[in-house]
């Protein structure tokens, strides 16, 4: 079974600070690593992913996310905090290969406040 | 080339109603999932079905819900008899084909149930 777990349900930073929500994961096999945001009453925009390759991933809106596989984690960071980035993070994740590696597992999300 | 839409935004039924949350694919795309989202929850995994077929139901609930992905038209999820406990947002993700390692979602349908 796969798992995925957000420690904090709430972050907050100043803006123009660095921010890093937390995202640790566990699945049998080699994990697709996924992070979405998602703004009030809106759906989920994907950010980024990592599937293989390079450890630091790049996404959008100046995100990016490091893939640690010693210690199970994909955390998304971005160097300057924008009040824009206020909204709702959801980390997911889903196997590579197997039965039932299409269905993506959430974690339950970290809201996310930049102060002006 | 438009997202994936789903239809109605918004959704009130009284309990014993039934709902019919819709959801077109991306253009292409032949693999629809949907998931739903308690109030302070993640999205749970409910059902992934490619056109006329349902191929994992695994976390649909036993009784009252369906889901459907016709040759033509929409993949409709219907949940009959509907209870309070049914108030969430209902999200619609497609991809291209099964081995796709992106699904792209709609902005979900949220039904409250009074």
């Known amino acids: 079974a796969q798992s995925v777990a957000q420690p904090e349900d709430q972050v907050n930073v100043a803006e123009g600070n660095p921010l890093t929500v937390k995202c640790t994961y566990s699945v049998s096999g080699n994990p697709y690593l996924f992070w979405y945001v998602q703004y009030p009453n809106r759906g989920l925009q994907f950010l980024l992913k990592?599937?293989?390759?390079?450890?630091l991933v790049k996404g959008s809106y100046g995100f990016e996310a490091e893939f640690n596989k010693s210690q199970t984690s994909f955390h998304l960071k971005k160097p300057s905090a924008l009040v824009s980035d206020s909204a709702l993070y959801f980390c997911?994740?889903?196997?590579?290969?197997?039965?039932?590696?299409?269905?993506?597992?959430f974690g339950k999300g970290t809201k996310l406040s930049v102060i002006p | 080339n438009a997202g994936v839409m789903q239809n109605p935004r918004h959704l009130v039924r009284r309990r014993g109603q039934e709902a019919r949350l819709r959801c077109s694919p991306m253009?292409?795309?032949?693999?629809v999932y949907w998931y739903r989202q308690l109030p302070e929850e993640g999205l749970k995994f409910m059902v992934y079905?490619?056109?006329?077929?349902?191929?994992?139901e695994s976390g649909m609930p036993k009784e009252r819900f369906s889901a459907e992905f016709p040759k033509e038209g929409p993949s409709i999820l219907r949940i009959q008899q509907v209870v309070r406990g049914d108030s969430a947002a209902y999200f619609c993700?497609?991809?291209?084909?099964?081995?796709?390692?992106?699904?792209?979602f709609g902005q979900g349908t949220r039904l409250t149930v009074v």
């Open positions: 990592y599937i293989t390759g390079d450890n």
């Open positions: 253009k292409g795309h032949s693999h």
């Open positions: 993700a497609s991809s291209p084909q099964e081995g796709s390692t992106e699904a792209f």
């Open positions: 997911a994740v889903r196997e590579a290969s197997g039965a039932g590696s299409y269905q993506l597992t």
């Open positions: 079905l490619q056109k006329e077929n349902i191929i994992d």
